[in-house]
């Protein structure tokens, strides 16, 4: 047989025998409780609702709010609820159901709750929206739903519960309340029209609480004032909006309507447009009083409100009353009718456009023919004649002697009948008329031969209106006069003078040909290519008008042009040309041309250019192009500056021209005074300054020029050439790579981060070239690593500006000179200071202008003022002192590679009482250290500013103040060789 199995007894199995084999049991009502919250499927649907039952019958309300808040279906729950009589467990148990779980809560279930306090508590707590709303709607107590209203949780919950409210207390939240969308809703609840007005008009209430209330009334003042109340900014400009325009809609009243659109008219404002223009169409729409319309009209804003109200107005004489009240508008014109008017208006005073507009829409015969022979206005006579088609009025304008010259003329060209022009021919007094009639009779064709316009405008057959604001081309458009076709010539060198005397004239650069045709009446904007030709004067703007005058420098203008037809030359090139005959212009003055760069590119004037338009190649050309016309160019002011044009120029055909032309040998090295030398350690890259900011790399021995960096001056040269450090006018130090000068980096130098940028007075690179150190004025000195030039800590190491820096070539020891007169030592690379030396002159402190370690690191070399002295390194002892140089003056000193050579020189030799104050005063000279005995003076050596000796000590390298550099031999201190700047 099986085995037998064997069950374990739980409590449960007991509860369960207990409950249904053993009739004197009975269930407890936690016992009911337990089987109505259990979920696990024990016990059936039936028995759960059985046990709820049971735990009503016996009044259990803690443990029936038990099983509505925990039963794990929602039928047992519903039970538990509908047996809950107990108001605040009900409550408490709504408040606790999720929102997804709250069907259970229904309409029949809440109505249990009927204490003002429980419903409040669950419009602001339930965690069920639809308990919350539901306990919000249900709640009829006003001071409860008051505070609800101002601080419940939800905007929702606050709107159900001023939707409650009665009119007192929702007039007090529309003004008090702290946020707006729940003041604007309790304004709309409010009925009472006595508690609408008063909001309408109560100032400490927004604006948009007052509209809301304010629409709700049958008040035309409070309507106009909603209508009228225009936002602070666009978001209240939207918000009110929609209020404003149902104000417009029930406002009636006509004087405030028209109060409303002067008001809006006035007051627009480009940021406002768009909503303003909505207000003011909506406003017009509801005026009907034509003389109302115009008032609006004649205070409103120009471009955004006058379009939209002259729109409404048709009424003529209102449309008058505009242009008296000087409305220089002439769209006011183009909606009158009346001929009478529009004839007054056309011969009147008005601007000539808003006249010229009336004579165009004129259509009256005797009208025009008064308009024709009038002489004021040749514009709105021509206009007239256009209109003209009787043969006799034309023939009568023609011979009008009061008539302008051009209105007869174009009334002549318009008669076919041979006796009427027979009669003009014989009694007009006036000589191009009687011309005109005479060449009309013999049958010539105006049209088959080419004639310049000048001539044409001259002689009555055409009419041209010239603008333009560019400086590379003008616009003109023209009109015949002749009902024939034209050949219309503007040649190169007409002369285009503008009616603002403080803007170019401009003289056209090449031919250009229009044709008329017989059917043309007028041309479009024909663009001729022009040159300015006065340029210290402004651009042309758009306003500005030109006329055809006579050519200033007539002759050479006119060499000039006959020699550029047919010839492609550049803009630049012909500006320059013409620049330099109209205003003899040099190559400064050819800078005022810059080309600045936009989106599309443009040309414009301005005193600081981004880039200059004419350079040294298009001045050149220019030069070549005005010789070639026939120009003596060494007459003009720009031959002044063919040596520095010339050596800007590349290799060509135009360089060879200007050096045979300008009779030019070897350029100097610099055009400007040069201040620093620098030499690399293996003698095949020389480095020189100049004061103008400019840096150049020359190849040793030969002495070839390598390349040139504009705006920026030499520090220093890396020992073996691999770096060059460089400052510009805006106080950036620049690091770059050579040989190929390649910018590494560029940076502000700041004494301190945040600071304006310093001046970098002296720069050393160290023997190894991992960093360099810079000098500034302020008494610091910096260190930098190479080879990205990231900065490394900055030390105050003097009271003034650090003047002079070297390194030992072992690398060990720094050596600085300031402007304080203390030269000082320092270990490297931890920066410690070794040693403090003074130099003391006189009784003072002298700036130390120069400092050089000697090759074996066992001398350093200082010169200040007139004295260089040597002391022994490392201790700094002093070593002797050369005091040969009484000038008082700034010295130039330096010292040979292995420190046997010393060159000293003043920068300028003194004369008069200065020679009789330092009669001691020698020419530069090279002098034997260290005893300081003369070695060699050089020949016709003139003023030094700068000077390095080459590697091999057999070279003396000197720089003047001429721009010059010179090579000098050693020890006999002859010239070899002066560099070509060319």
């Known amino acids: 047989m099986p085995p037998a199995r064997y069950f374990p007894i739980t409590p449960l199995l007991v509860a369960l025998l207990a409950a249904f084999l053993l009739p004197g049991c009975s269930k407890t009502p936690e016992d009911h409780a337990r ?50 009589t107990d108001e605040r467990l009900l409550a408490d148990v709504i408040k606790d159901i999720e929102h997804r779980s709250d069907s259970i809560v229904t309409a029949a279930r809440m109505e249990k709750i009927t204490d003002p306090q429980l419903l409040a508590s669950l419009a602001r707590e339930a965690r069920s929206l639809n308990v919350r709303v539901t306990a919000a709607i249900t709640l009829g107590d006003q001071a409860l739903l008051a505070d609800i209203a101002r601080n419940g949780a939800d905007g929702l919950i606050r709107k159900r519960a001023i939707e409650n409210l009665a ?81 417009l809609e029930r406002l009636t009243d006509q004087r405030a309507l028209a109060d409303i659109a002067k008001n809006v008219a006035g007051e627009i404002t480009f940021e406002s447009r768009k909503d303003d223009q909505r207000i003011l169409e909506a406003t017009l729409e509801r005026i009907s009083d034509q003389a109302a319309l115009a008032d609006i009209a004649m205070s409103a804003h120009p471009t955004f409100a006058f379009p939209v109200v002259l729109e409404k107005i048709t009424d003529q004489e209102a449309l008058v009353r505009l242009l008296k009240n000087n ?40 009208a025009l023919f008064g308009l024709a022979r009038r002489g004021k206005d040749e514009g709105i006579a021509l206009a007239a004649v256009k209109k003209i088609a009787d043969p006799q009025m034309l023939a009568e304008i023609a011979g009008d002697e009061n008539a302008s010259t051009n209105a007869r003329l174009w009334a002549l060209w318009r008669v076919a009948d041979r006796t009427l022009l027979a009669k003009i021919a014989k009694d007009t007094a006036d000589e191009r008329v009687r011309n005109a009639a005479s060449e009309k009779l013999s049958g010539a064709t105006p049209g088959t031969t080419p004639q310049t316009i000048a001539d044409l405008i001259k002689n009555g057959k055409l009419l041209a209106e010239i603008g333009g604001s560019d400086i590379q081309r003008i616009y003109v458009h023209l009109q015949k006069i002749v009902p024939s076709s034209l050949e219309i010539l503007i040649p190169a060198g007409t002369y285009f003078v503008c009616d603002n005397p403080n803007a170019q004239n ?57 020699f550029l037809k047919g010839k492609n030359t550049a803009f630049a090139v012909k500006q320059a040309a013409v620049w330099i005959l109209t205003d003899d212009a040099d190559y400064e003055d050819l800078g005022k041309l810059i080309v600045r760069t936009t989106r599309i590119g443009d040309s414009r004037f301005s005193p600081i250019s981004e880039r200059r338009m004419i350079q040294e190649p298009e001045a050149a050309a220019a030069m070549r192009l005005c010789a070639d016309a026939g120009i003596d160019i060494k007459k003009k002011n720009i031959w002044s500056n063919a040596v520095h044009i010339y050596r800007e120029l590349g290799a060509g055909e135009l360089k060879h021209w200007l050096k045979e032309s300008a009779g030019i040998g070897t350029l100097p090295a610099h055009t400007i005074l040069v201040d620093a030398l620098f030499i690399s350690n293996d003698g095949k890259l020389l480095v020189s300054s100049a004061v103008a900011a400019e840096t150049k790399l020359w190849r040793l021995p030969e002495g070839a020029h390598m390349k040139t960096l504009r705006g920026e001056h030499c520090l220093a040269l890396s020992p073996g050439g691999k770096w060059l450090l460089t400052a510009d006018d805006n106080h950036k130090i620049k690091l770059r790579h ?22 970098v007075d002296s720069a050393v690179f160290s023997p190894d070239e991992r960093y360099f150190v810079t000098g500034d004025h302020r008494g610091n000195i910096q260190f930098w690593s190479l080879p990205h030039g990231h900065r490394m ?92 140089y009484r000038t008082g003056k700034r010295r130039e000193f330096s010292v040979s590679p292995n420190g046997k050579w010393l060159f000293a020189a003043s920068d300028e030799r003194p004369e008069g009482s200065e020679m009789k104050k330092y009669p001691e005063w020698k020419p530069p000279a090279l002098w034997h250290l260290p005893e300081g005995r003369l070695a060699v003076r050089p020949d016709a050596i003139g003023e030094v500013w700068a000077s390095t000796f080459s590697p091999d000590n057999k070279l003396l390298l000197t720089g003047d103040g001429d721009g010059n550099i010179k090579l000098w031999s050693l020890p006999d201190g002859k010239l070899i060789k002066t560099l070509d700047g060319e």
Not at 533 to 553: V, Y
Request: charged letters at 25%; glycine letters at 8%.
């Open 327 to 366: 409305q220089a508008n002439d769209e006011i014109v183009k909606k009158l009718t009346d001929q009478k008017l529009l004839a007054e208006i056309a011969g009147g005073d008005d601007f000539e456009h808003v006249r010229m507009e009336a004579a165009n829409r004129l259509t009256d015969p005797q």
């Open 738 to 759: 050579l040989p190929d000068g390649k910018l590494v980096m560029s940076a502000p130098f700041e004494s301190e981060p945040g600071t304006l940028p310093d001046t």
């Open 167 to 247: 009119d007192p207390a929702l007039a007090d939240i529309a003004v008090n309340e702290r946020e707006q969308f729940v003041r604007v809703a309790a304004a709309r609840r409010v009925t009472d029209q006595a508690l609408l007005a008063s909001l309408a008009q109560n100032e400490k209430a927004d604006k948009l609480v007052r509209a809301e209330a304010g629409l709700r009334l049958d008040d035309q003042r409070i309507l106009a004032a909603i209508a009228k109340a225009g936002g602070k900014d666009a978001e209240e400009r939207s918000v009110l909006e929609p209020l404003r325009l149902k104000a």
């Open 506 to 562: 401009m003289v056209s650069t090449e031919d250009v040909r229009i044709t008329l045709a017989e059917s043309q009446t007028k041309t479009g904007a024909n663009a001729i290519p022009v040159a300015c030709a006065n340029r210290p004067k402004d651009i042309p703007g758009g306003s500005d008008h030109f006329t055809i005058g006579s050519l200033p420098n007539g002759d050479e203008l006119a060499k000039l042009m006959a």
């Open 35 to 84: 089987i109505a919250k259990n979920g696990s499927g024990d016990y059936s649907e039936q028995k759960r609702l059985a046990s709820v039952r049971a735990l009503a019958a016996a009044n259990e309300q803690t443990l029936l709010a038990d099983v509505a808040a925990n039963a794990a279906d929602a039928n047992t729950q519903g039970a538990a609820l509908d047996k809950l």
């Open 793 to 884: 800590p900055m030390r105050q190491t003097h009271g003034d500006r650090v003047s002079a820096l070297s390194i030992t070539p072992d690398g060990r020891l720094l050596a600085s000179g300031g402007d304080d007169g203390f030269i000082k030592l320092w270990s490297l690379p931890e920066c410690a200071t070794v040693k403090t030396l003074e130099l003391e002159r006189r009784g003072k402190l002298a700036s130390v202008d120069y400092l050089a370690c000697s090759a074996d690191g066992k001398l350093l070399v200082s010169g200040c003022e007139n004295t260089v002295r040597l002391w022994s390194l490392p201790d700094g002892v002093p070593a002797n002192a050369l005091d040969k």
